[in-house]
């Protein structure tokens, strides 16, 4: 059997978005592979061009599902650098709370595509069991399971009062015995082991080259992360270790993903113990003065890179955005080379492809 | 000791979970049947006090979706409409207003076939008394 | 009045209708045990009728350039061949004509479906059904032998090749599953691999080649395609039971029948919880299992079986 | 401090003088550089530990095109280059940082920027078959402003 090309194209199960993957195989093994991105293209850029501060909120939040928080808080703390605003404490404390629940949302739902991808059903069910706790704790804070619109210019909009509290404390709870859990059975099972056991190796000199971020970085024993390098809103108040592994293969990967979970519920729990009190949001002035910021954080795949220029005006002059999405793409033909077909369900669910963050 | 029973148990290391499940209540609801309750902070459809509505015109401007608009023909007769297919309930207008007379409650917004039945007049004060 | 009678045991208690209805049965048994195991709610139990009358109603079609003579004809070969198989395995109450060697027919009738599955998936084509009838070739290949030599162990141990001695050894001494547990899990193994279950089930693996041989076939023809593979799955697991468990009831008596079905329900459940446990494994990591580590043991195990 | 230490290093090797380096929030440094020093800057860069690119920004100005690489390192460092409209081309970087090409086929497919030596000049996320000229652009403004009309709104006028 020569060698044909399968097209794993913009409609494939193994794809939760639209991406074109020509692969070319020779009998099972991949000898070559072709991307096509752009076909969520929405031209977020110069849409934001056209609206005002307060609408690119909304705007800049719908540019992926899963890290919809992260990008507005990014968005917000550039603009609120713009405006040399001081958004308070109690407001900087929602904000990251949000992230780090978000950081947890991802990573499971991360693990349930995975597991999808190589046909273990039953962790998959289970890592999407678990991942309901999170959202039901998003929907009561912010309303919202998903896109929860809870930053503004200047703050949060949302108050976390007693009842929030109990249950955040509860869900917490219980969430870290089953994280837990999952973590083991990551660990130990032996045919989850077999599916990814060095597939899809990234050396660390790859990663160099290609400037990965995130925990496809960290996987492979790069020590980067925006949250204890540059710190934004208040992180350095916040004690975490940032988990680091040297196989740099799926299955480190997902060891590692897991240990970010574990430590993003111990930041939640710092977060809610000592909370401070006072208002949650400043407010915030329509025009903005000329100016241009460059700021990044700590997305749930790496590192997110904002740039704004403004003059002057309620709309933004330029406002450029980078998703980690696109370092990891780079890789893939790489990750790919002489390859059995079946283990390219693996690589592509390894590297956590979030594609509507790609495309913008 | 242990090392050796966790290497036996890594052939079906999933077994013990599943057999839990197996006699626990299930996670899921039969969703048609059983009805989802959203929580009181959900944003649903929105809603207005026309008595407040003085025809400001801050919600229109700010909204992101361009799901309100108003049609001022004097300074107190003006109509203020909403399309609720374009709303995404982001709930900026109920932040943005100063008489707090438009806001947003957690009731679901109902489908239809017809994008005609999205649009809503909310307030009507174009006849003067 | 003997055209009624046979009539009555084709069509209606032990044959197709009977067996439509278990299989079906056992089919959504299964979708509800794992369901349960994954902690979700589960299909009701109208289900799987529900699923095969809508393929039935739904439109029929193929790509073009493939061909349509074939492929109307295999889902029919592999039904048929299913349907003869279980003709031949006396299912609780009727005592089937057996005959010397009617176990190797039973094996052959049995392992037709898969290579039927291989061929439609060169006769439609899709590049997903070429790499899926590939793949089920190899397994086919590795699997059905695997089978073969498991199930010999209790033909070797009979003395003879017809299903009915098989049974009268058993009741003689003590059923097999006794003697034969490691050839038991072994024909258990095999048979997972001939229905392309869950550990094995790469050829028709939903993430990459969406459904394998079967991606081109719609309607009708995949509705005989699904009722094929439930029918394989309800006469396979009988099949063992005759040959391992026989001795536990008596012909012709309801208590035999009411015994015979709980077996099945629970072969059934354990099917259900080994494809709940494991990940989809990768076709050489399937062929190196089977002939690096089954093959061999069941070697040892029926030369264990001639010494005593 | 690397990012302090590369920055002046880099402004001695290119003889730049004090007022190209700036502060802009968010502890970034931008320095402004010409366009044919690209190359040696970025290889300074390399050389001083800065490996990570975080992306290149591309924006029109009146008459001018600016080119923004950030680099960063537990601080941000970036090279502003300004290009005159009528010809845009620079050198490419993809040669010294592979990680660079997404960006760079980005620019060129959304600003017309011309990178000499590019590996593959494909699209990246427009479609091949696009004739809209430079979508980013400024002055190419779409005519007609507010998106087809939905009936809801007709009826809206009409009521």
Redesign the interface.
Known sequence: MNNITVPIGPQHPLLKEPLSFLVSLEGEKVTDSTLR??YV?R?I??LAERRTYIQNVYLIERICGICSHIHSTTYC??VE??LKLKVPKRGLYIRMLLCELERIHSHLLWLGVLSKNIGFNTLFMYAWRDREIVLNIMEEISGGRVSHSVNIIGGVRVDINEKHLSLLQKSLQELTIRVEEILRSIENDRSFRARTRNIGNLSLEDI??????GPVARASGLD?DIRR??P?AAYDELDFEVPLMTEGDVWARSILRILETIQAIRLCTQIIHNLPDGPVSVTAPRRVPA??????AEAPRG?V?Y?I?SDDSQKP??L?I?TPT??T??TLPGQLKNMQLADVSAVIAGVDLCIACG?? | MNKFILKIRSFFYLLPNITEALFSKPETIAYPAVSHRPSESYRGSVRIIAVNCVGCGLCVRDCPAAAL?LEKVSKGCFRL?H?R??CASCGQCEMSCKFNSIYLDNSYKEASAD??D??E?LVDKTKKK | MNQLNLFFRIFIFPGFLFLLVTALFLHWLDRKLIARFQGRVGPPWYQPLADLVRLFAKEDILPVGSNLFFAALLPLISFASVLTASFYLPIAIQSAPSFQGDFIVLLFLLSMPSLMYFLAGWVTRGVYSVIGGNRALLQYFSYEVLFLLAMSGTAIASGSWSLADIRLEQIKESPFIFLQIIGFLLSLAGLIGKLKREPFDIPKAKSEVIAGALTEFSGKKLALWYLTIHLQTMVGLSFLIHCYFSGFWQMNTISGFFIFLLLLIILQGVLSAISAIYARLRIDQLIHLNWHIFIPIALLHNIYILLI | MTIEKTAIKLQEILNLDRSTKKL?????VKITISKQQILLAVQTILKSGI?????I?C?QLENEFNL?Y?F?K???L?LLISLDEKNLRIDSICSL???????EREAREMFGIEFLGMPNPL?????DNWQGGY??RKKEQPSQEKSKE????E??KS?
Not at chain 1, 208 to 213: D, E, P, Q, T, Y
Not at chain 1, 291 to 296: I, L, Q, W
Not at chain 4, 24 to 28: T, V, Y
Not at chain 4, 123 to 127: A, D
């Open positions: 991105l752009g293209h031209g850029e110069k703390q550039s650098a713009l160099k080259r290609f400037c990965v971020v980067i390098d540059a934004y100016g241009e910021v460059v700021s990044r590192e890179f740039y220029r002059a330029r450029k980078r696109l370092t793409l780079i495309d913008r | 608009s409409d399309y297919d374009r994008r005609v999205f649009f007049v | 802009i929030p968010l502890n970034e490996w990570h690119l975080s992306a920004t924006q923004l950030h960063w537990s601080g941000g970036t940082i592979p990680g660079a090409e997404y960006y699209p990246l996320l427009l479609p979508p980013m939905n009936p809801a709104q009826k809206g009521a």
